[in-house]
């Protein structure tokens, strides 16, 4: 994927389909924690490149960080984006500002494992099996038009399904 965002849509599925034993927190966090990577190979060689994290190996320390102390600094966020809501916003908005250990590992795995997933099938750099192998390369099985697309489905599918789950609440 281009850019992060793309990665948030089954993120959003995810979530709306095991609410209490998935954070969308802390996916996006890992999904952020991931993309470093080529940004930093961006800003130092003029081109992203996908090396380490973006490995099933190099994934496992991004998804432990994202436990901790990730977890942590979203529980901060959410705080913090409850603590701008008015009360009419807040009814619709607020979220619990509560991670917790499940939620959070399912949210961290789930997001480094299907960064590198997604990443494998877009670009020609991605060794997602290295050290041990160079093999699994896989860009060009789906076009960037289909993953694309793939991802805005499931991210919208998520969003009606948890704006749906919210309406039943209320």
């Known amino acids: 994927m281009p850019i992060t965002p793309f990665h948030l849509g089954p993120g959003a599925l995810f979530k709306a389909l095991a609410p ?5 927190t802390v996916f996006a966090f890992s999904q952020f924690l991931i993309d470093l990577e080529p940004g930093f190979f961006w800003i130092a060689r003029g ?15 991004v ?19 409850n603590s701008r809501l008015d009360e009419a916003q807040a009814r619709w908005l607020a979220v619990l500002p509560r ?3 499940r939620e959070a590992i ?7 494992y ?11 750099d991605m060794r997602p099996l290295a050290p041990f192998s160079l093999a699994g390369r896989m860009d060009g099985i789906v ?6 697309l793939f991802s805005v489905v499931t991210g919208a599918l998520g969003v009606a399904i948890l704006v749906l789950l919210a309406l039943r609440r209320r």
């Open 106 to 112: 399912a949210g961290a795995f789930l997001g480094a």
């Open 114 to 124: 299907s960064h590198v997933a997604l990443d494998s099938l877009m670009h020609s």
């Open 99 to 101: 991670i917790g250990l």
């Open 20 to 24: 209490r034993y998935f954070s969308f």
């Open 143 to 148: 076009s960037i038009e289909s993953l694309h």
């Open 63 to 81: 998804a432990v960080l994202s436990v901790w102390p990730g977890r942590r600094i979203c529980e901060w966020v959410l705080r913090w984006w």
């Open 47 to 61: 081109e992203p490149v996908h090396p380490y994290l973006h490995t099933y190996l190099g994934a496992l320390p």
